[in-house]
């Protein structure tokens, strides 16, 4: 498989609702038990809570991959060597709002977000952006 791992995160306030949110991270992510909730406070002492997950498994990273739209990769696409750190790591945000309600659509600017790093498996004499691709399908 071309992916070591799928990282994703995202923060609430206190006056989010946790639990959809946990329940939107659980529906992407595909299990509860991947998720770690942080609470913690702010400076001025509001709460926040940090949530995030690591998918590792194959079954659990190709059911992420599977819900992301086809429209929604070829815009990742198109930018793809830009997304790409020199740790092999490709960058994309998903907006928090569509997540909860159901949906996954890259995120603009103005929205939250949920971020996600997808970690690409490459050796020696490899090229990150055409092992990822060939994964997407692209």
């Not at 690591?54 to 079954?59: G, L």
Request: aromatic letters at 4%.
């Amino acid at each position: 498989m071309a992916i070591h791992h799928i990282n994703c995160r995202t923060a609430s306030s206190g006056i989010d609702n946790l639990a959809t949110i946990v329940d939107a991270m659980t529906w992407l992510c595909g299990d509860e038990e991947l998720l770690l909730i942080d609470r913690t406070t702010s400076f001025h002492g509001s709460e926040i809570n940090l949530i995030t997950s690591h998918i590792s498994k194959n079954r659990d990273i190709k059911s992420f991959v599977d819900k992301l739209k086809q429209a929604d990769l070829l815009k990742i696409s198109e930018n793809l060597s830009d997304r790409i750190d020199d740790s092999n790591i490709l960058h994309f945000r998903i907006c928090l709002d569509s997540l909860i309600s159901g949906e996954i659509s890259l995120a603009e600017a103005d929205k939250k977000t949920v971020k996600c790093s997808i970690k690409i498996e490459v050796y020696p004499g490899q090229n990150a952006v055409e092992e990822i691709t060939n994964f997407l399908g692209l």
